[in-house]
């Protein structure tokens, strides 16, 4: 008798034939045809899904019992040991539960050598430890750049329900009068750059034609009607605002082929975008951001994680600017509003780790990152320009998560409680002021931009720890006064770019390149923040102190221009009506004698370029496609 032959794939027996060609079939077959076996396969399935369905399905009484860890105590039901051989009524009883505690063995094991694990990290020395991190890190960050190596689509943007953006007229005449005022200097300066400088990113008021610098790169971005929208739209120049849209739907294209400042464009343009998306619910604006926002992504990709400072919108290069080879704090600054766009990009992280890494003889950030990674210079810090928005946004992060980013508030904690010790001094005539710590040694020097801090002190002042909000607001309130005297100790009753304490000088400045005004926003800016937190009608007098020097000694025909000398009688011009003229100075004015419900700071948080950005308060959201986004 010949063996029948195997074939391997069906493992199906087939006969061999006889020689004679007769049928050589077998009475009994021992083995299974394939179609037999395919049933008998369906049959057993039918029989195990019922098993399971009986587990799963069974009207079940029996309570649920939480096991030690979360995730068992949906998906297992419980089975009580029988007491004594009974079972409750109703009690539904499942035999064989050896499966469940082998499931309750494993749990406990893994729950065990976690906590051996804790035990044994907590055993490691401190560096140990540092290096485990950093390699956790370094972990992140590849992770980070390889999602963000090819493109994706952006996740949806948030649109909260805004609140605010109300008339805000004030009750007092004497306050509607000069918020009037105001609003007509907003209107000359936007008529002057409309009849002018259209188009251009800045104006030159004098020579009545447009103007840029180096920051924007050689392109025709229209930088001033981006700064300005939102402060039209609050002001209610509504006209106005229709159209800069238009240019903006009509002209603003991303693809020029400039070499611009990331920060800049960051908090201008994006700011300025997100802002009137915000405050308008026009698409068109969200669109413009995240395009602009992609073609600024390139900078991000740095081997050392900090932005780049300049990037080519085109080609995507990056590169520093020569002073700052490997970067300054001020590229960090760009992780309040990205996120925003691009969630999964996410640049926290980024910032988080700098904030982290602190100068080895000051614990503040200085400017430079001048080696690989985080080797630092420790020899410039202060909290002017270049350093200025990196603590502010430490706080506005935190608030724009509506208070739920503690860690950016404790880090804004720590950051001021170091400005506090090692650069703020009182002078021999009793002002507070911001210093500057240089090649190890505090200079005794204030700059026009430090004096945004006094704002971010009172902002900061709820939610200080050890109850010491009284002592920040106090702390605002002596910034604001120090400002207000580098003011008022000028010919112009403008402040100079950089005031001294030294040798028997008092907040003015010594040098003839600090003499300038460029029509600044930041003690205004504090002036108002001042003013939402104490009332003290003093904020609005020095705010109108301001506002009538800038209309007498900066307001030309052709709208509104920097001065050289502050000290002087017969000042000259520089001839540059700057864009954040119309973003900041004017809409801090404008808000200062508005009533309190325009833009509440419970609702919006202000970007350092003065743009309104909504707090996330949860359950404040809608992902744009579940509501159309409303008309306001
Ligand atoms: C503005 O562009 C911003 O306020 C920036 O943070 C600092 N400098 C100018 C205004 O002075």
Known sequence: MTTPALLPLSGRRIPTLSPGGASSFPHHRATLRLSEKFILLLILSAFITLCFGAFFFLPDNSKHKRFDLGLEDVLIPHIDSPKEGKHAPGQVVIHGQGGHD????????????????????????????????????????????????????????????????????????????????????????????????????????????????????????????????????????????????????????????????????????????????????????????????????????????????????????????????????????????????????????????????????????????????????????????????????????????????????????????????????????????????????????????????????????????????????????EIAHTCHESYDRTVLKLGPEAFKFDSGLEAVAVRQNEKYYILRPEVIETYWYMWRFTHDPKYRQWGWEAAQAIDKYCRVSGGFSGVKDVYSSNPTYDDVQQSFFLAETLKYLYLLFSSDDLMPLESWVFNTEAHPLPVLHLGNITLPGSEPAAQR
């Not at 995240?290 to 740095?302: C, D, G, I, R, Y």
């Not at 050392?304 to 020569?322: E, F, H």
């Not at 202060?382 to 430490?394: I, M, R, T």
């Not at 400005?419 to 090649?439: C, D, M, P, Q, V």
């Open 102 to 477: 082998d499931l309750r063995d494993k749990i406990r094991a893994d729950h065990e050598r976690a906590l051996q694990e804790a035990k044994e990290k907590l055993r490691k020395s401190r560096e140990e430890l540092q290096a485990e991190i950093q390699t956790e890190k370094n972990k992140v960050m590849e992770d980070l750049k390889k999602k963000d190596a090819g493109p994706k689509p952006l996740p949806p943007v948030p649109m909260p329900k805004v609140v605010g953006v109300s008339d805000g007229e004030p009750p007092e005449t004497d306050a509607k009068e000069k918020r009037d005022k105001i609003r007509e200097m907003m209107k000359h300066a936007w008529d002057s750059y409309r009849q002018y400088g259209w188009g251009h990113n800045e104006l030159k008021p004098l020579a009545k034609k447009g103007h840029s610098t180096n920051i924007f790169g050689n392109s025709q971005l229209g930088a001033t009607i981006v700064d300005a929208l939102d402060t039209l739209y609050i002001m209610g120049l509504h006209e106005e605002f229709k159209d800069g849209q238009e240019w903006i739907e009509q002209n603003l294209d991303f693809g020029v082929n400039a070499e611009v400042s990331v920060f800049e464009v960051n908090i201008r343009f994006i700011g300025g975008l997100l802002a009137a998306y915000y405050l308008s619910g026009q698409e068109v604006f969200k669109l413009k951001a995240v395009q602009l926002a992609e073609k600024l992504l390139p900078a991000f990709n740095t081997p050392t994680g900090i932005p780049w400072a300049m990037v080519n919108l085109k080609s995507g290069v990056g590169r520093n600017w020569g002073w700052a080879s490997a970067g300054s704090i001020e590229q960090m600054n760009n992780s309040l509003w990205l996120p925003r766009l691009s969630a999964s990009r996410c640049f926290s992280p980024l910032s988080r780790f700098v904030t982290l890494s602190l100068s080895p003889s000051l614990p503040l950030c200085p400017f430079f990152y001048l080696c690989f990674f985080f080797s630092l210079s420790p020899d410039h810090t202060s909290v002017g320009g270049l350093g200025d928005s990196f603590y502010e946004y430490l706080l506005k992060a935190w608030l724009m998560s509506d208070r739920t980013d503690t860690e950016a508030r404790k880090t804004y904690d720590d950051a001021i409680e170091a400005i506090e010790r090692h650069l703020i001094r009182k002078s021999n005539g009793g002002l507070t002021f911001i210093g500057e710590w240089k090649n190890g040694h505090l200079e005794r020097k204030m700059g026009h931009l430090a004096c945004f801090a006094g704002g971010m002190f009172a902002l900061g002042a709820d939610g200080s720890p050890d109850d010491k909000a009284g002592h920040y607001l106090q702390l605002g309130a």
